[in-house]
């Protein structure tokens, strides 16, 4: 462990986890304007709509009031067109239930209210994760487990591509012991998962009915790696993880500690405009939903679901 192991679960040890916590849940809006490479005219644009994406991430199995809660609450009036689910949504440390149970709820409220496209995090890894993804898919979400899909939403060509988390690199026993991740073998399958989303994209450059061009979105659990996402040429990147560094105090923005990044970390929750190659890509990063576990605990950081609009 480093030092920033040892100062973190201290903390958390001498801290009761509901102390910051509360279940009040922010709901961020972005804005993408269709002027960013869309590459539509004028016409085009006043025909298609909007598309509403919200985000769910870092779920950890906690408990929002069931199907008839505030988190369900909350989504059905945003209107989503697409909902992505990056991650953490499952956490056996919730207990053998609830850890089933408060999630299934959730699944039961949302379903068929929109497309759900889901991929794994760390903590889905740390238990047999097939029983849960199977639910998950029960309720007509596509976990995209190193797959890229194309899809149309109000008239919008979109290349849909979901990356596992680098736990999935790692052997059962590595995984309990919380070993480093296998940065190769990450980045390996992000290579053959960007190929994958730009032959897709490729076939679908232009939509002939409104002349809008195809956009890649990558959901991929951790941000920290968000200089290997932006080299490989997807468009919207969409991570969870780090919680919006836990504890926000006024002036610090991103938090004081992100596992992964460390104290005060870069990415920790928000939109940002990540350079790439003369251009930039817009990285959107959650501060994720759990307030009861992990047991550390949140402060000036209330649980959020992002809003993101493609205009």
């Known amino acids: ?54 985000q769910i991430s870092d779920l950890h199995s906690n408990d929002f009031g069931g199907k008839d809660g505030i988190l369900v609450r909350q989504v059905r009036e945003a209107r989503p067109d697409l909902i992505f689910m990056t991650g953490d949504i499952f956490d056996k440390d919730m207990g053998p239930e609830k850890a089933f149970s408060n999630v299934k709820s959730c699944m039961e409220g949302i ?34 487990t190193d797959e890229a899909v194309l899809t149309t939403v109000q008239g919008r060509p979109l290349v849909i591509a979901g990356l596992a988390d680098p736990m999935r690199d790692l052997s059962l026993r590595q995984r309990k012991k919380k070993d480093k991740d296998d940065k190769d073998a990450y980045r390996r399958r992000l290579a053959l998962l960007a190929q994958k989303a730009a032959a897709l994209k490729s076939e679908s450059a232009v939509d002939a009915g409104t002349g809008r061009a195809c956009r890649s979105i990558l959901l991929a659990h951790r941000p920290e790696y968000i200089a290997d996402y932006a080299a490989c040429g997807f468009d919207f990147i969409f991570s969870g993880h780090a919680h919006g560094g836990q504890w926000i105090v006024p002036g610090l923005g991103n938090g004081l500690y992100a596992v992964g990044q460390g104290f005060f970390p870069k990415y920790a929750g928000g939109m940002y405009e990540v350079p790439q190659g003369g251009n930039s890509v817009r990285f959107i990063v959650s501060r994720g939903l759990s307030y009861q576990k992990p047991s550390f605990p949140r402060f000036g950081n209330p649980p959020e679901m992002p809003l993101v609009r493609l205009c």
């Open 1 to 54: 462990m480093t030092v920033n192991d040892y100062l973190r679960d201290f903390i958390a040890g001498i801290l009761p986890a509901s102390l910051f916590s509360c279940k009040e849940i922010s709901v961020p809006e972005y804005t993408i304007p269709s002027s960013e490479g869309d590459g539509a005219g004028a016409e085009a644009r006043e025909e298609v709509r909007e598309v509403r994406i919200i």
């Open 111 to 144: 379903d068929g209210l929109c497309p759900i496209y889901y991929v794994l995090g760390n903590h889905e890894l740390f238990i047999d994760e097939k029983p849960f993804l199977d639910a998950i898919a029960s309720y007509g979400a596509r976990v995209l």
